[in-house]
């Protein structure tokens, strides 16, 4: 069985909701990485056997498809959209080297796109011809109400119950921004598109501004705010997983980050914010490798509270996370987000010791958790 390797990996900028990516489709968004993807590699578009893009708001039409087209990737290959919520974008990487290793294809393009700005409006068809139709903001995600909670107040839920205060919550959020305004991103990870070649959102909190904001859900002592909570965004993530015959080809004689597994978990629906804890451990368990091994790691950061409850959960060194901030200093663009973690995983690989493992790891609403392994 072939090895997948990922020969190239790049993103947009982060923006939130109404910014600088307000007007741009989301196949759009997906197709100036993927052209600067190719152009980087060396990669000829003629090559690619197929683009998987991870999508969660575009409601249907493959969105994948576009972009495939947008970017000039010949018409004669397939594209995949993958909707696995807040974990699509890392789960259609997952789904390229699996089709790289029982070699199916050689060349695949694979990430994630989300513009919550041009999301198309939801709404339920009545059940009967004359009644008005049904607005929603979000489809069901488990099957029993009771057991479906919206994410801010399942996050709330999860800082009770594994008692993360709020003061610790906003200390992390502090910690995130600060770390991505003084961390600029690596040359080549950003396509400027736009005019936009940083993420936009990254500030300056403090203690007293954090102080300041009203709760969103939950008690006074674990309340979630508005600065413990990643904003709405718009952007594309993508990376080049080839077979290793392709990548001796591409890069003869630099280095390889290797896709060494990946991982997917189910948990309970009502607490979804600690499912990359058990999907990174299988990852783990099953590559023989301890938490300790690891020498970066992407963990998303939909919520304050569930960074922290997956770092302890994982038993990784927090200060291995996120090195560059995470999703609360840049937005949380849903179906694109794991391929945002994936590509400053493979940026951050190129700065460690040769042989180096990163891991990224994500939950998506329903109690899904996935989990990647790089070594380069």
Same mark, same amino acid.
């Not at 294809?105 to 709404?123: K, L, M, N």
């Not at 479906?148 to 839920?157: E, F, G, L, Q, T």
């Not at 990163?358 to 996935?370: E, F, P, R, Y």
């Given at each position: 069985?072939?090895?997948?390797?990922?020969?190239?990996?790049? %993103?947009?900028?982060?923006?939130?909701?109404?910014?600088?990516?307000?007007?741009?489709?989301?196949?759009?968004?997906?197709?100036?990485?993927?052209?600067?993807?190719?152009? *980087?590699? +060396?990669?000829?578009?003629?090559?690619?056997?197929? &683009?998987?893009?991870? *999508?969660?708001?575009?409601?249907?039409?493959?969105?994948?498809?576009?972009?495939?087209?947008?970017?000039?990737?010949?018409?004669?290959?397939?594209?995949?959209?993958?909707?696995?919520?807040?974990?699509?974008?890392?789960?259609?990487?997952?789904?390229?080297? !699996?089709?790289?290793?029982?070699?199916?294809?050689?060349?695949?393009?694979?990430?994630?796109?989300?513009?919550?700005?041009?999301?198309?409006?939801?709404?339920?068809?009545?059940?009967?011809?004359?009644?008005?139709?049904?607005?929603?903001?979000?489809?069901?995600?488990?099957?029993?109400?009771?057991?479906?909670?919206?994410?801010?107040?399942?996050?709330?839920?999860?800082?009770?119950?594994?008692?993360?205060?709020?003061?610790?919550?906003?200390?992390?959020?502090? =910690?995130?921004? =600060?770390?991505? %305004?003084?961390?600029?991103? #690596? /040359?080549?990870?950003?396509?400027?598109?736009? $005019?936009?070649?940083?993420?936009?959102?990254?500030?300056?909190?403090?203690?007293?501004?954090?102080?300041?904001? /009203?709760?969103?859900?939950?008690?006074?002592?674990?309340?979630?705010?508005?600065?413990?909570?990643?904003?709405? !965004?718009?952007?594309?993530? &993508?990376?080049? &997983?080839? #077979?290793?015959?392709?990548?001796?080809?591409? *890069?003869?004689?630099?280095?390889?980050?290797?896709?060494?597994?990946?991982?997917?978990? $189910?948990?309970?629906?009502?607490?979804?914010?600690?499912?990359?804890?058990?999907?990174?451990?299988?990852?783990?368990?099953?590559?023989?490798?301890?938490?300790?091994?690891?020498?970066? =790691?992407?963990?998303?950061?939909?919520?304050?509270?569930?960074?922290?409850?997956?770092?302890? $959960?994982?038993?990784?060194?927090?200060?291995? &996370? *996120?090195?560059?901030?995470?999703?609360?200093?840049?937005?949380?663009?849903?179906?694109? #987000?794991?391929?945002?973690?994936?590509?400053?995983?493979?940026?951050?690989?190129?700065?460690?010791?040769?042989?180096?493992?990163?891991?990224?790891?994500?939950?998506?609403?329903? +109690?899904?958790?996935?989990?990647?392994?790089?070594?380069?």
């Amino acid at each position: 069985m072939t090895g997948a390797v990922i020969a190239g990996a790049c %993103r947009t900028a982060v923006a939130p909701r109404g910014g600088a990516f307000r007007a741009i489709e989301a196949w759009d968004l997906a197709a100036a990485p993927i052209r600067a993807l190719l152009a *980087n590699t +060396g990669m000829p578009a003629g090559d690619v056997d197929a &683009v998987i893009l991870g *999508n969660a708001l575009y409601g249907g039409g493959n969105p994948a498809r576009l972009a495939l087209l947008a970017a000039g990737i010949p018409e004669d290959q397939p594209a995949l959209t993958v909707d696995s919520q807040c974990c699509a974008g890392l789960d259609a990487i997952a789904l390229a080297a !699996a089709r790289i290793r029982a070699g199916e294809a050689d060349v695949v393009v694979a990430g994630g796109v989300e513009s919550f700005s041009r999301a198309p409006e939801r709404r339920y068809r009545p059940p009967t011809p004359g009644e008005p139709s049904v607005p929603y903001d979000r489809p069901p995600f488990s099957p029993w109400p009771a057991r479906d909670p919206d994410m801010i107040p399942a996050a709330a839920d999860l800082a009770r119950v594994c008692g993360i205060t709020r003061a610790l919550q906003e200390d992390y959020a502090i =910690a995130s921004h =600060a770390a991505a %305004r003084a961390a600029p991103p #690596s /040359p080549g990870e950003i396509v400027d598109l736009a $005019g936009l070649t940083r993420d936009a959102f990254a500030r300056r909190l403090t203690p007293a501004l954090c102080a300041r904001l /009203p709760a969103l859900a939950g008690d006074a002592g674990h309340a979630v705010t508005a600065a413990t909570v990643a904003v709405e !965004a718009d952007a594309a993530a &993508v990376v080049l &997983v080839v #077979s290793d015959r392709v990548a001796a080809r591409l *890069n003869p004689h630099g280095r390889t980050v290797r896709i060494a597994g990946t991982a997917s978990a $189910g948990g309970d629906p009502a607490m979804p914010g600690l499912a990359p804890i058990a999907a990174s451990r299988r990852l783990l368990d099953r590559c023989g490798i301890a938490p300790g091994d690891v020498s970066v =790691a992407e963990v998303m950061e939909a919520f304050a509270v569930q960074a922290i409850a997956c770092i302890e $959960g994982i038993g990784l060194d927090p200060a291995r &996370v *996120n090195r560059g901030g995470g999703a609360l200093a840049r937005g949380h663009p849903i179906g694109a #987000s794991g391929a945002i973690l994936a590509v400053r995983l493979w940026h951050e690989l190129q700065t460690t010791p040769p042989g180096s493992l990163g891991l990224a790891t994500i939950a998506a609403a329903g +109690g899904l958790g996935s989990a990647m392994l790089l070594e380069g």
